[in-house]
């Protein structure tokens, strides 16, 4: 069985532009999680949808958002780049919703490393 | 606010030698969740163990054994007899469950470097 996939792997962008990021959940998980990584820090929390709607939210700037798609795919989305958004992003899946037993036990994918110029 | 702390930035030792990585967290919730997992090289977090606040039973699994103590707020990780595969970068993390368990996500601590050197 697949496990949870990212794409890309690894981009580089410069500062101002736009990055699009995207991640395949495990199936029949519902949950998706996002968290940014920078290096030599632990990840932090950044989203969760569940079903297509957004059920938590980390301390981030509106210039991060993210979707689900009905296939419980997601695609986390960056405008105006900063140097300091150069990060591993992690994408996590969970068969629960938040606030159901279980929510919390999260299968990673490998990340996608964003370096910003 | 929650809180994880990994004191140690970096430990190494030598195979087959015991080593304990420690956690030490901060919750105003009675009910929450913790994690440890496990970073390769490769950047996937690799799942490890999840303890209840209501469970301080210790664990063991394989050379794997976690120590979880509500009195000091401690959740620590012991691998005895190290392997060389056992080096990467490895992460305590904490759920509050108050809040629905898993709304707000996992806080993780910064995470304890182990290399085991052959």
Redesign the interface.
Known sequence: DAGVTQSPTHLIKTRGQHVTLRCSPISGHK?V?W?QQVL???????F?YYEKEE??R?NFPDRFSARQFPNYSSELNVNALLLGDSA?Y?C?S?P????????????????S?LTVL | AQKVTQAQTEISVVEKEDVTLDCVYETRDTTYYLFWYKQPPSGELVFLIRRNSFDEQNEISGRYSWNFQKSTSSFNFTITASQVVDSAVYFCALSEAGTGGGADGLTFGKGTHLIIQP
Do not use: D, H, K
């Not at chain 1, 030599?40 to 950044?46: A, D, L, S, V």
């Not at chain 1, 629960?96 to 990340?111: I, K, Q, S, Y």
């Open positions: 949950s999680s968290y030599g820090q632990g990840p932090q929390f950044i969760q059920r938590g980390g591993l992690l996590a969970s629960r919703a938040a606030g159901e037993t279980g929510a919390n036990v999260l299968t990673f994918g490998a990340g490393r």
